[in-house]
């Protein structure tokens, strides 16, 4: 199949590896001795290096957010409808950095890595990571590049928590902050959610600790369940709804075998599963969803996210959707509150949507119109 681009694609784009020889000091106290992170970038750095966008991955993103890797690449980027020649982070005006963040499975360093102290794989030895771990690899990918100051640092959910990190780690190296479908902290229910995944692909025998990297081994069974976990509270009843109803694919409801049943929605879900298990590593999936019940953005400013945020210096985008019920609008009107509470200049939209969780990544005309008009603004300061 051969990919036929069009005017608002990025076009195919190469992935690039930087490696950082001096150990990064993590916030569990323990040091990774090097680092390598694997990134993308979209458009032209000006001169000025001004026009910087860095784009921060949720839970299970990478570094290829946009654009195609080759003519045969079914499907862009994650976020493709958001970024490319005339999208809200147009890459005729910005230069876009997107990366896997350290932890990841997909090039940087992380539990499939060497761990060059064994030469073997570093599987659960792996350091347990934070938000800040991320937000601190992440300016040493700035230095590199050259860019003092981003124009501005976007994600949704464990993105948006990555955003909001910098905004007080590095308050001089931001001029904006864009929050989308995220929260200042997970609430008891989302906690719950991430420990029902991770349960399940503990509970695989092959999962064995962590060991079954040792072995060449991948433990599908429980890491495809914990992606229907996740998947399930991505999406809205309403998307639900809409997209499979009570649609069967197989057997008949009036007579038959009841184990002949199978609904659109069994189908959907084990699909999912399955695709999820091939591409992304268990060790990971743990890592990353301990990291996102850690964070805790007040923490360590007394529990006071207005004292929190009164260390940021740079002005807000936030943005929640209506049916999003694993970040629900409540989680995002918390932090702007607290943002104004600061005195910091802060816009907010909260979006109608049907598609859940999961309409940060979608095409909804009301979204993508507010995200390009905070963009404009941002593509101003320059």
Request: net charge negative.
């Amino acid at each position: 199949m051969t990919t036929t681009l069009d005017s608002g694609s990025v076009g195919i784009v190469t992935p690039r590896t930087v490696r950082f020889d001096q150990p990064l000091l993590l916030a569990c106290g323990r040091e990774l001795p090097d680092v390598e992170l694997v990134y993308e970038t979209y458009g032209e750095l000006n001169p000025q290096r001004s026009n910087a966008i860095l784009i921060c991955h949720a839970l299970s993103g990478h570094h290829h957010a946009a654009g195609y890797h080759h003519e045969d690449e079914r499907k862009p980027g994650w976020w493709d409808e958001c970024i490319g020649p005339g999208k809200p982070i147009d890459t005729r005006r910005f230069f876009v950095v997107s990366l896997n963040n350290i932890g990841g499975c997909h090039g940087s360093t992380g539990p499939t890595s060497i761990n060059p102290e064994t030469g073997k794989p570093w599987g659960p030895d792996f350091p347990p990571l934070r938000a800040r771990d991320w937000v601190h690899s992440q300016a040493r990918l700035a230095d590199y590049l050259g860019i003092d100051c981003w124009a501005a640092v976007i994600g949704g959910s464990l993105g948006g928590m990555q955003a909001m990190r910098w905004s007080l780690e590095y308050p001089d190296r931001l001029k904006h902050c864009v929050v989308i479908a995220a929260a200042m902290k997970l609430s008891a229910q989302n906690l719950a959610f991430n420990e029902l995944a991770r349960q399940a692909i503990f509970s695989d025998p092959v999962f064995d600790d962590g060991n079954y990297i040792y072995r060449d081994e991948i433990p599908a069974r429980g890491l495809a369940l914990a992606r229907m976990v996740g998947h399930v509270t991505y999406l809205s009843d309403e998307a639900m709804a809409n997209k499979f109803g009570r649609e069967l694919r197989a057997g008949s409801l009036e007579m038959g075998n009841e184990d002949d049943i199978e609904f659109q929605v069994q189908s959907y879900l084990r699909y999912q599963g399955s695709q999820f298990s091939s591409q992304f590593d268990a060790n990971t999936y743990v890592l990353m969803t301990r990291a996102l019940d850690y964070f805790d953005l007040a923490r360590e400013y007394d529990n006071d996210p207005v004292k929190a945020f009164s260390h940021a210096r740079c002005s807000f985008l936030v943005i929640s959707f209506s049916t999003d019920w694993r970040f629900s609008p409540t989680r995002s009107q918390e932090i702007v509150d607290a943002l104004i509470a600061a005195d910091r200049p802060v816009t907010y939209a909260e979006i109608e949507a049907d598609e859940g969780h999961d309409a940060f990544l979608m095409p909804i005309p009301r979204y993508l119109r507010t995200f390009s008009a905070y963009m404009q603004r941002v593509g101003g300061d320059d």
